[in-house]
T-cell receptor, first 109, second 117 residues
Framework: RKEVEQDPGPFNVPEGATVAFNCTYSNSASQSFFWYRQDCRKEPKLLMSVYSSGNEDGRFTAQLNRASQYISLLIRDSKLSDSATYLC??????????FGAGTQVVVTP | GAVVSQHPSWVICKSGTSVKIECRSL??????MFWYRQFPKQSLMLMATSNEGSKATYEQGVEKDKFLINHASLTLSTLTVTSAHPEDSSFYIC?????????????FGPGTRLTVT
């Protein structure tokens, strides 16, 4: 079983719509959770950290469910520029990060 | 955040040759840097943790004699792919973790795309 699992998508989303997707992790001792965004052939860039109480950054909302060991990302009012692959990232041991394979989001006009 | 650079951004080399990739932390001193590899449509896979002034720590299945890591200063780590083969063609990315963060957040360099012919 992979340490971090994501639905690869693609999620095809009309511009202006809302899209949400989850990621599950296997290490119950993980303490830090992130969503990174990766554009094609580029490096990952931090989108937001995910806090226990859930947090929002503009049109992006992240939630953490420790009991079920999943985190979620919701994008409201999708823009064409939101098209990317979203990587779920969880800390493992010794400061290492575990990456999911990513969920592809395609926002269409 | 941290500013991280990598050089070169892309390289094409012949099978059997060696390629060196540099990772630089531009705005702070990084005692720890990480090297990742990403194949198409796959997740980033940690190859090794680069520690300034000491030997790198390699992940299981990563050949330390093939992927030589040198972290000679607090701002520079290098990855040398020795005797490269076509299966080594991949996207190599380094990252740094800022020392003041306890939540393991990392900042990535722009990556180096290696193609071995």
């Amino acid at each position: 079983r992979k340490e971090v699992e994501q639905d690869p998508g693609p999620f095809n989303v009309p511009e202006g719509a809302t899209v949400a997707f989850n990621c599950t992790y296997s290490n119950s001792a993980s303490q830090s959770f992130f969503w990174y965004r990766q554009d094609c052939r580029k490096e990952p860039k931090l989108l937001m950290s995910v806090y226990s109480s859930g947090n929002e950054d503009g049109r992006f909302t992240a939630q953490l469910n420790r009991a079920s060991q999943y985190i979620s990302l919701l994008i409201r009012d999708s823009k064409l520029s939101d098209s990317a692959t979203y990587l779920c990232v969880v800390n493992g041991s010794w400061g290492k990060l575990q990456f999911g394979a990513g969920t592809q989001v395609v926002v269409t006009p | 955040g941290a500013v991280v650079s990598q050089h070169p951004s892309w390289v094409i080399c012949k099978s059997g040759t060696s390629v060196k990739i540099e990772c630089r932390s531009l705005d702070f001193q990084a005692t720890t840097m990480f090297w990742y590899r990403q194949f198409p449509k796959q997740s980033l896979m940690l190859m090794a943790t680069s520690n300034e002034g000491s030997k790198a720590t390699y992940e299981q299945g990563v050949e330390k004699d093939k992927f030589l890591i040198n972290h000679a200063s607090l701002t520079l780590s290098t990855l040398t792919v020795t005797s490269a083969h076509p299966e080594d063609s991949s996207f190599y990315i380094c990252s740094v973790r800022t020392p003041d963060r306890e939540d393991y957040e990392q900042y990535f360099g722009p990556g180096t795309r290696l193609t071995v012919t």
